[in-house]
């Protein structure tokens, strides 16, 4: 029996991870507890219920990066000197992922990484969230990688030992979330649903991503845009700078979203415009026309599907874009279910249970 700390900070991590808990502690013999980073507090509130939080590290207050992890560290080091830690369990990309694969590093702590494997091989981009990644993956004892492909850049890059392909436990917590509230996929027509958040993209490319979007709409009058707003200041700011009053006739923009809201926006939208990878994964399982808000992808595997097309950070691809889906009219319902079946089909928390009870101590 092993005790497994999953550590979380941030909504994805949440969507990502809580099915894999809910599976384990009813179960498997292993002690399941959780250890909140509190990296984006106001966002995961809205999702997550703090009963399930066993160890909230507290850091409320850190003006970059380097602020953040450094305050995790010795954060950690006071909890590791009152429990005993087998596993770290850490999802994806997130600073919060890297400190805690960081010090399970230091204090020589097995780490389980879900997500693995994951590249668009530019450290830049995503950032810092590439780099990350690919820091994570030397360090990790477990790799649970979504699909063959992200099994293919690890054996690449030399590491070859406890890899499973496991599929994706988001799409666990979107699977259940249809079924549970009973969500129909009523599609309104010229319907948009737009997230923004990614850092590299609070220069000039959000500025230009809107002014390209501005042109499209002028053009385009009959689309309606839902743009649920990321609570970083930056990016509320930037669009409050570039949008007028009379620009907003047909954009709604919305607080942040409860997940079930934002799901029933992705259900009802035609086209979903992001720069979120969990955005690009449930979009692509649910068949919709996706435009990807990057100049690289780590979610190599939707492009390849032609489930999603990249139009840049800068939008500058937008129009063409659009205007090919138009011609097109519908996404390649096989592709959606090579893509479906990769993910899992909501059963992938199932299948890492299994894989722990085999590989765990």
């Not at 020589?108 to 693995?116: F, G, R």
């Amino acid at each position: 029996m092993a005790n497994i700390f999953f550590v979380l900070g941030t909504r994805p991590e949440f969507i990502k991870i809580i099915e894999v808990v809910n599976e384990l502690q009813s179960k498997s013999n292993h002690k399941i507890k959780l250890i909140f980073s509190n990296q984006q507090s106001k966002l995961i509130k809205k999702y997550m219920n703090n009963n399930i939080i066993h160890y909230d590290l507290e850091i409320k207050k850190f003006k970059n990066d380097s602020e953040f992890i450094s305050s995790f560290l010795v954060k950690m080091e006071k909890l590791n000197n009152k429990i005993d830690i087998d596993y770290l369990f850490v999802q994806g990309d997130t600073n919060t992922a890297y400190a805690a694969s960081l010090f399970g590093f230091f204090k020589k702590i097995s780490i389980i990484h879900l997500e693995a494997g994951l590249r668009t091989f530019n450290i830049h981009k995503p950032y810092p969230e590439e780099f990350n990644r690919q820091s994570i993956s030397k360090i990790t004892n477990i790799h649970l990688s979504q699909t063959q492909s992200s099994k293919q850049n690890l054996l690449k890059e030399g590491i070859d030992k406890k890899i499973f392909v496991v599929g994706n436990p988001g799409i666990d917590y979107l699977v259940k979330n249809i079924k549970h509230n009973k969500i129909k996929n009523k599609i309104i027509k010229d319907s948009i649903l737009i997230t923004m958040h990614r850092r590299e993209s609070l220069s000039s490319s959000l500025e230009i991503f809107i002014k390209n979007l501005k042109k499209f709409m002028k053009k385009n009058l009959n689309y309606q845009i839902n743009w649920p707003l990321h609570t970083n200041p930056k990016i509320l700011r930037n669009i409050k700078d570039n949008f007028k009053a009379e620009d907003n006739d047909n954009i709604n923009f919305l607080k942040p979203q409860k997940y079930v809201d934002f799901l029933k926006l992705m259900m009802s939208s035609e086209f979903i415009i992001t720069d979120s990878g969990g955005v690009q994964e449930e979009a692509a399982y649910l068949g919709k026309k996706l435009l990807v808000a990057r100049d690289l992808t780590e979610r190599i595997d939707i492009i390849n599907l032609k489930l999603g097309y990249l139009i840049m950070a800068d939008g500058s691809k937008l129009e063409k874009i659009m205007n090919y889906f138009n011609k097109k009219k519908v996404v390649n319902k096989q592709n959606t279910l090579k893509w479906r079946k990769s993910q899992g089909y909501g059963k992938s928390s199932k299948k890492i249970l299994n894989i722990f009870n085999k590989n765990l101590e």
